[in-house]
Each structure stands twice: as structure tokens, then as C-alpha cells.
């Protein structure tokens, strides 16, 4: 048999084995199940299109030059251009990176827009970096990856450490190299002076409470006077926090790098918020009480809210959950197995391609208010990404009671068989 045989060099599927895209390709192949994909159509689906690996080299402050790892991985482009964030994180590699980019895909189908799914990133402490250093790194790593991206090819957006400002300096590298002319289109999450959308910065909170709303809905709770535990206080965590608290929760705990925080009559969050600027972290919050990342899993509320990293409740800690529902502001918080032994003891799992999925509506009407070089007010775009959202939301948990089967899985037969009848239509290039 000749060694270019598919499959007989393990190591040259090392980046498929990570345990994210793993966990998504056992709710993968459950919810194929399910709905009797095509067989065809669920191994092309297992598998991400392109996989491409940049070394980036850097111009330190002392004068160094240090070289960093980079990934783009484009996994499915059926629907639509590629689309996903980019990932600043010392834990990056591509194993990680093929996992999100899976989930970027699964996400994209299942809210119903026109775009394909992709995720980029560097492995980085971007803490460690000064503001040079940043954009040099960001510069050069959009210029290493500039010949796979573009408005109607693959566009970027923020994720863990990574902002607006680091979107503009994607935006105006892209532009140059293009010959000099305003490339808005090629990059979302951009500062609004720049053709970023109003209302996109706060976008991914906001969909994390939406969904809340309606999951406390559907399981006769409600928003005011809930008890809310939020664990990462980022970009989507301090926004989950401060929508939650404005509608009546007490969030009564919340969690950085830096460590929790507790008060079980609720945080102050506006408070919160502005102690963070003062001192880069939740730590040493004025009447709180200390508590680590992993007891803030642990802690009695109604619902808990895990808007930080990958992997938080595995088989080790999810006997131990007490919320009665779970809201992945994160992507893939919560492993497969975990999804199980929770729902066994009466939970309810938003997943993260509905949960967290407000980030990329923006992003979308971002990228189409670019096109159209016309820009819509803030309330328009809450609205209009509470319609979308939601209506996934709904859609999937029709089909969960339809089957009988947990919200993780119908989500995810939602998004396959989008896909599928996409991918059917499209046919195999060449036949
Ligand atoms: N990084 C975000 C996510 O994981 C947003 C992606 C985007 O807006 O393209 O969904």
C-alpha cells in the first residue's frame, strides 16, 4: 500500500487531534445521526478546508527581533466567505485553532447567515507586549496571511486578545498593501470612525443575555432578582455582566486572570467595571469576597455564564455545577462529555454557536454596512441582532423537544443540515 494512502501517517493528522475540535466532532457525529446526514457530506464536513501556519517576525523594543507562530484555518466556505476572529493567547496552536474554526462554521449555519466559518491566531502573551510591539506583531501577521483574506474571501474580526484597535491595524495594513485604497470590508469589530458598526462592541454580551432571557423563559425563570455567575470579564463577560445587572439580576459573582469575586446580595457591576480600569483586574473588589475561577463554576445561582476559555467543565467538575442553566458566552466551555452528566441532573445548555453568536450578527451587518457604504443607528442594529438570534434560538429548541434530545445537539443537527442541503446544491468540484 503506498504511504500517500489517506489516514497511514498519524502525523500528519497531529492538528485534527486537539480536544475542542474532538468534542465538536462527537456532537458532530451524534447529531449527523440524527438527522441522517449524507455520509458523504458528514467526512467532508469533519474535515477543515485549508490549514495554513505563518511565522511572524517582530521587531521587539530592545531592538530584537523575535518570531512568533501564527494560524488561519479556513474550515468551510458553503455558505458564504470565511468568516471568524483572531485569537492573541500564549495556549494557541493549530490543534486549537481547527477546533474553533469548526465552531465558527457549525455557529454561522446555525444562525442562518450567508457566511462560511474560519478562525485565525497567534500564540502570544499579548499582556507581555507594549503597544509597538502589538502592532507590529498585528501588522505583520495580516501581511503574512493577506494573500488568503479579504472582503469576499475570508474576514477577521476580534476574539481573546484582540480589539478594535488591533482590527484597525489589520484594516489599514490590508489597505495598503492593496494598493492604498480603504479596505473596510476585510475586517469587522473595527473602531466605528473607521466603518465599524455601532453597536458591535457590545454585541456578543448582549446575545449572551437575549439568550438568557429566553432560556430563564422557556424554564419558567426570569431576569430580575436571578442570581448570575459570570466567569471571564472581558470583552463578552463584563458586557453579559453589565446588560444582566441593568435588567434586575444579581450577578453575584464574576472572574478574571486575576481571580472572582463574590457578593451574595450582587455585584455592583458599573463599579465593578470601572475598578478593572483602574487596576487591570477584578482583584481586591471593595466588599466582595475571593473566590478562584474554578469554585466560581461551583457556585449556588441560577445561572451561570462562562464567557472565558475553552474547557472550563469537563467530567471533573460538572457533578458539581449548581446553576439550573447554563449560557456558553465562550466558545466550547463546556466538553461533551460534561454536556452529558449536566443534563442527567436536569440542567439546560445554551450552546456557544447560538450564545455567543452575537458577535458575528454584528459582524455580518458590519460587513454589510461596509459594502453598502451605509451605516445604520445602534438601536436598529440591537434589534435587528435580537431577531436573529433568538429565532436561531427558537428554531433549535423546537427541535430539541421535537427529538427529545439536549439543546447542544439540536444546535448543532440545525447547522449540519443547513449545510448539507448547501452542500448538495453545490455538488463536488470536479464531479
Ligand atoms: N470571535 C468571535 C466569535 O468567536 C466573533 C467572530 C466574528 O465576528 O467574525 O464568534
Known amino acids: 500500500m503506498s504511504q500517500h494512502q489517506n489516514n497511514l501517517n498519524p502525523d500528519s493528522e497531529a492538528h485534527l487531534n486537539g480536544p475542542l475540535f474532538q468534542n465538536a466532532l462527537t456532537t458532530f457525529d451524534e447529531?449527523?445521526?440524527?438527522?441522517?446526514?449524507?455520509?458523504?457530506v458528514a467526512a467532508r464536513l469533519r474535515k477543515p478546508r485549508r490549514s495554513l501556519t505563518v511565522s511572524i517576525p517582530v521587531r521587539?523594543?530592545?531592538?530584537?527581533?523575535?518570531?512568533?507562530?501564527?494560524?488561519?484555518?479556513?474550515?468551510?466556505?458553503?455558505?458564504?466567505?470565511?468568516?471568524?476572529?483572531?485569537?492573541?493567547?500564549?495556549?494557541?496552536?493549530?490543534p486549537e485553532v481547527v477546533g474553533l474554526a469548526a465552531l465558527m462554521t457549525f455557529k454561522n449555519s446555525v444562525l442562518g447567515l450567508p457566511l462560511g466559518g474560519a478562525k485565525g491566531g497567534v500564540c502570544v502573551d499579548p499582556t507581555r507586549l507594549s503597544r509597538t510591539e502589538k502592532q507590529n506583531l498585528t501588522r505583520r501577521y495580516t501581511s503574512e496571511i493577506s494573500a488568503f483574506v479579504g472582503?469576499?474571501?475570508?474576514?477577521?474580526?476580534?476574539?481573546?486578545?484582540?480589539?478594535?484597535?488591533?482590527?484597525?491595524?489589520?484594516?489599514?495594513?490590508?489597505?495598503?498593501?492593496?494598493?492604498?485604497?480603504?479596505?473596510?470590508?476585510?475586517?469587522?469589530?473595527?473602531?466605528?470612525?473607521?466603518?465599524?458598526s455601532l453597536g458591535r462592541n457590545h454585541a456578543t454580551g448582549l446575545g449572551v443575555i437575549y439568550v438568557c432571557e429566553r432560556a430563564m423563559e422557556v424554564n419558567q425563570m426570569q431576569m430580575a432578582g436571578a442570581r448570575i455567575a459570570i466567569q471571564g470579564f472581558g470583552n463578552v463577560g463584563s458586557f453579559a455582566a453589565k446588560f444582566a445587572h441593568e435588567r434586575g439580576a444579581r450577578v453575584v459573582a464574576v472572574s478574571d486572570v486575576t481571580g472572582g469575586i463574590f457578593n451574595g446580595d450582587g455585584l455592583n457591576i458599573p463599579e465593578v467595571i470601572e475598578h478593572v480600569k483602574q487596576n487591570k483586574g477584578v482583584k481586591g473588589f471593595p466588599g466582595s469576597q475571593t473566590m478562584t475561577n474554578e469554585e466560581l463554576l461551583e457556585v449556588e445561582?441560577?445561572?451561570l455564564l462562562p464567557c472565558a476559555l475553552e474547557g472550563q467543565i469537563d467530567t471533573h467538575n460538572a457533578e458539581r455545577i449548581k446553576a439550573k442553566i447554563i449560557i456558553e458566552g465562550a466558545n466550547g466551555p463546556v466538553t461533551n462529555l460534561a454536556t452529558k452528566i449536566l443534563v442527567a441532573n436536569g440542567k439546560f445548555i445554551a450552546p456557544d454557536t447560538i450564545a455567543n453568536g452575537g458577535g458575528v450578527i454584528v459582524s455580518y451587518f458590519e460587513w454589510v454596512q461596509d459594502i453598502m457604504s451605509f451605516f445604520w443607528e445602534e438601536a436598529d442594529v440591537d434589534a435587528k441582532l435580537k431577531g436573529i438570534i433568538l429565532k436561531a434560538f427558537d428554531n433549535v429548541y423546537k427541535f430539541k423537544l421535537e427529538k427529545n434530545i439536549d439543546m447542544r445537539t439540536a444546535a448543532m443537527?440545525?447547522?449540519?443540515?443547513?449545510?448539507?442541503?448547501?452542500?448538495?446544491?453545490?455538488?463536488?468540484?470536479?464531479?
Open 151 to 196: 472582503p469576499t474571501k475570508d474576514i477577521p474580526a476580534p476574539d481573546v486578545g484582540t480589539d478594535p484597535q488591533t482590527m484597525a491595524w489589520f484594516m489599514d495594513t490590508y489597505s495598503q498593501e492593496q494598493g492604498g485604497y480603504a479596505q473596510p470590508g476585510v475586517v469587522t469589530g473595527k473602531p466605528v470612525e473607521i466603518g465599524g
Open 60 to 94: 521587539m523594543d530592545d531592538y530584537s527581533v523575535k518570531v512568533f507562530t501564527g494560524y488561519r484555518v479556513q474550515y468551510n466556505s458553503t455558505l458564504g466567505p470565511y468568516k471568524g476572529g483572531i485569537r492573541f493567547h500564549q495556549n494557541v496552536d493549530l
Open 413 to 431: 443537527a440545525a447547522s449540519i443540515s443547513r449545510l448539507e442541503k448547501a452542500m448538495l446544491l453545490r455538488g463536488l468540484y470536479p464531479r
Open 301 to 303: 445561582c441560577d445561572a
Open 31 to 40: 447529531a449527523a445521526k440524527i438527522i441522517n446526514c449524507d455520509p458523504n
